[in-house]
């Protein structure tokens, strides 16, 4: 099926978005089973997961629409201690939500609402998991101090 080029393009963008999320998180969770840290490994690998699940349904629908798919990613600006690791996936969250968020209003102003749906099912879970715990994660760290929270991730 031939899609709009607008969307196709936006598409490609938020790809390479995902991309860059997925590496950042790779790197992060590594250094963090390197440091014993095992816990925020589990989860951070995770996270690497659902990124790169992200972006497979985004290269699928590139496809789908008969675009060429850009795998290149952004650049990526890992941390080099845990609470400067979390505000950093924090950030890149936080713009993958306001990417993902435009895309939205782009599919709607075009009418492609395939791909709107595909846009709001992972602002959802950008907001509703993983922004949101790494909210709570910095919260901790405010609350019960770092060496504590490190402690805990043991």
Not at 6 to 13: A, F, G, Q
Request: proline residues 3%; negative net charge.
């Amino acid at each position: 099926m031939q899609g709009q080029a607008p969307v196709i393009d936006y598409l490609k963008e938020l790809l390479r978005g995902e991309l860059a999320a997925r590496d950042q998180y790779m790197l992060h969770s590594r250094m963090y089973a390197d440091w014993g840290l095992h816990k925020l490994y589990e989860r951070i690998d995770h996270e690497m997961q659902e990124e790169t699940q992200h972006a497979d349904a985004l290269l699928k629908r590139i496809l789908f629409l008969e675009g060429v798919p850009d795998m290149r990613p952004e650049p990526i600006n890992p941390g080099h201690n845990v609470e400067e690791m979390l505000s950093r996936d924090l950030a890149v969250e936080y713009q993958v939500r306001e990417a993902l968020s435009k895309g939205v209003a782009l599919c709607e102003q075009l009418g492609d609402f395939q791909t709107r749906e595909i846009l709001e099912a992972q602002i959802k879970d950008t907001e509703e998991d993983h922004a949101y715990w790494l909210e709570q994660q910095l919260g901790l760290i405010k609350r019960i101090g770092l060496q504590n929270y490190l402690q805990s991730q043991m």
